[in-house]
C-alpha cells in the first residue's frame, strides 16, 4: 500500500518521536524509506548543511540499527515548498511528519497544514 514513504525529519523533539511511528509503517508495509532534510535559511537550527548531514547520519544510523535501509535527501529552501516537491518527484505514498500543533488554521499554518493542503499524497500526521 505505502511502496514508498518520505519522512522530513529536523531538529525538533517532535521529529524524534515520530521516527517509531515511521518506522512501524516501513516495517509493515515493507516500504522504501526516504529521508528527507531541508536546509532553511529562515531558521538558524537548520541553516548549515553540516547540521543537516550530521541529522540525517544520526537518524540513518537508527533505522539501519533497526534493519531498516532508507534513502537520504537533502534540499535547500522552504521546507513545505520542498517536501512537496520531493514526493512528487519520489512519488511517494505517504508523507509521515512530526507536528506539535494538528490544528488547520489559515492564521498560524503549521507546516503539517501546509502539507495537509499541498502535497500530492497522503500526509500522516503524528502528534
Do not use: Y
Amino acid at each position: 500500500m505505502f511502496a514508498t514513504v518520505l519522512f522530513p525529519i529536523d531538529r525538533s523533539q517532535e521529529a524524534a518521536e515520530s521516527v517509531s511511528k515511521a518506522l512501524q509503517l516501513v516495517q509493515e508495509h515493507n516500504s522504501r524509506l526516504v529521508l528527507l532534510s531541508v536546509v532553511d535559511p529562515a531558521n538558524p537550527a537548520m541553516a548549515t548543511e553540516a547540521t543537516v548531514a550530521q541529522l540525517l547520519a544520526t537518524v540513518q544510523k537508527g533505522f539501519q540499527q533497526a534493519g531498516v535501509t532508507c534513502d537520504v535527501v537533502e534540499r535547500q529552501g522552504n521546507p513545505a515548498f520542498v517536501i512537496c516537491d520531493v514526493a512528487d518527484e519520489l512519488s511517494a505514498d505517504v508523507i509521515v511528519v512530526a507536528s506539535r500543533d494538528t490544528t488547520v488554521d489559515d492564521r498560524a499554518p503549521t507546516m503539517a497544514s501546509q502539507l495537509i493542503r499541498m502535497a500530492p499524497c497522503p500526509v500522516l500526521v503524528v502528534p
